[in-house]
């Protein structure tokens, strides 16, 4: 038998040439297997703006039963839905995601009453829930509907001078109004002027910087409420005599809160902190950048919070409460007792240093299982006004104090991030300059070297 055309140069080339091509079809194979088994994307925007939030992650990778996603959209829309849901997917092997498109499938449209394209349902057991919005606020919040079921409800007290749901104006609450319904609270404005009482359906109360005083019997129907395992969340200004709009003590409610262990004190906390050097802003708004590890803040680590125009707080713990710091001023700050002048002048015989307590949170020990008793008290309101609440962590903090409060601390973290506006803004003169640096000098340039090559080869 010849063998020689095996020791042949053209064999042994051929069958070089055959493992190379072998390799090459194992790696492929085995690289789509990996990309198609662990798929993996990188996201190099600033904000991370295509990377599900950590509360998305924790309520996903928490499932213990199978969800479906259906996204309803003709063909050119659907990657649009995939670019979004394709996430939610890759964190579980829990969550499916179903794409459907109304003119293929009119009856599955119908069923599930889908009136316009690029809608999202999410599907848990017998429990549909339609995404307010198309993003990851909307998904994830529909997701939240059909795990915790029945509806909740923020309760905005008014009749006393405090900040209102219906008031789009800088002092207004029409912000916190959304920022609260996007997270699935539903928000109603209740006047306990009229009817001393605190509604059943409330989950948690909110007393939003009131400029007057309370009447004994609205706070005791706040203290009943709370004390019988009701939540409320206190934001109270300093009750300065200043102008036209003056703030009262409203001695009755401090002192109610007093017997809870937090003392609301009569001063304004001026804070001269380097970071707020930095942001531009004065020592009448307290910039807070470090947390104690409670779950209401213990996610804000690198997040600002600020609260213009605030009060300290002095806490201990009660006969039935136990009462815990939340944050607190730097060491440069100080407190002025001077509540009637516009020009504060800080008096070192008087006046005293910092750190100071601006929020604290506390139990309440009702005496029944299952039911305690919480709230969180503010030495400040504004700060979950239209004016500042999109500031930085303000946002974020306002949504951790209801979700502990309503007992939802699984929902507490760090929400969608908005879309960042990081447009290039240039002079005319700019403008012009990258123009011909971009389409006549470096082109140019190019020619140039090619040029030069070009003679020297010749």
Not at 80 to 86: I, Q
Not at 308 to 318: M, N
Not at 411 to 426: A, C, F, G, H, V
Request: some cysteine; charged content about 25%.
């Amino acid at each position: 038998m010849n063998t020689e055309w095996v020791k042949t140069r053209q064999t042994k080339y051929a069958a070089y040439a055959t493992t190379y091509i072998i390799i090459v079809l194992a790696v492929l194979v085995v690289a789509n297997f990996l990309a198609n088994r662990y798929n993996k994307a990188f996201d190099a925007t600033a904000n991370k703006r295509f990377t599900l939030s950590d509360q998305t992650k924790k309520i996903v990778g928490d499932l213990k039963q199978d969800v479906t996603i259906q996204y309803f959209d003709e063909a050119p829309g659907m990657a649009t839905g995939k670019d979004l849901l394709d996430r939610y997917s890759m964190l579980s092997a829990k969550v499916h995601v179903e794409y459907i498109d109304p003119l293929k499938k009119p009856g599955l449209a119908r069923a599930a009453n889908v009136s316009k394209e690029g809608t999202a349902i999410v599907v848990n057991g017998s429990k549909k829930e339609e995404a307010k919005t198309f993003d990851e606020e909307g998904v994830t919040g529909a997701l939240i509907r059909t795990l915790k079921g029945g509806d909740r409800t923020v309760c905005v007290a008014s009749g006393s001078g405090e900040h209102r749901v219906d008031d789009s104006s800088p002092d207004g609450f029409t912000d916190f109004q959304t920022v609260v319904q996007k997270d699935n609270y539903k928000v109603k404005s209740i006047n306990l002027l009229e009817k001393a009482e605190v509604p059943a359906d409330c989950t948690v109360l909110v007393i939003g910087g009131p400029s007057g005083d309370y009447i004994q019997p609205a706070v005791d129907a706040i203290k009943k409420y709370a004390e019988g395992g009701g939540r409320a969340l206190f934001m109270l200004d300093p009750p300065l005599k200043l102008g036209r709009k003056e703030i009262s003590d409203n001695d009755v409610l401090t002192a109610a809160l007093g017997e809870w262990g937090v003392t609301a004190e009569k001063d304004l906390v001026l804070d001269d902190n380097p970071v707020a050097q930095l942001l531009g802003t004065g020592p009448e708004i307290p910039l807070i950048t470090s947390y104690e590890s409670h779950p209401i803040v213990s996610d804000l680590a690198g997040k600002a919070t600020g609260f213009p125009v605030a009060r300290s707080l002095e806490i201990k713990d009660g006969a039935k409460t136990k009462v815990t710091k939340l944050f607190a001023t730097s060491k440069n700050s100080v407190a002025t007792y001077d509540l009637h002048s516009a020009d504060i002048k800080v008096d070192p015989n008087k006046d005293k240093k910092g750190p100071f307590i601006l929020a604290a949170a506390g139990t309440y020990d009702t005496g029944k299982q299952n039911s305690q008793g919480r709230f969180v008290v503010v030495g400040n309101s504004r700060w979950a006004s239209n004016s500042f609440l999109r500031f930085n962590g303000n946002r974020n903090l306002l949504l951790n104090m209801l979700n502990w409060l309503s007992s939802d601390e699984d929902l507490i973290s760090i929400r969608p991030k908005e879309q960042e506006d990081r447009r290039l803004n240039l002079t005319r003169a700019q403008f012009l300059t990258v123009r011909a640096v971009s389409q006549f000098i470096l082109p140019l340039i190019v020619i140039l070297c090619g040029v030069m090559v070009w003679w020297r080869r010749r």
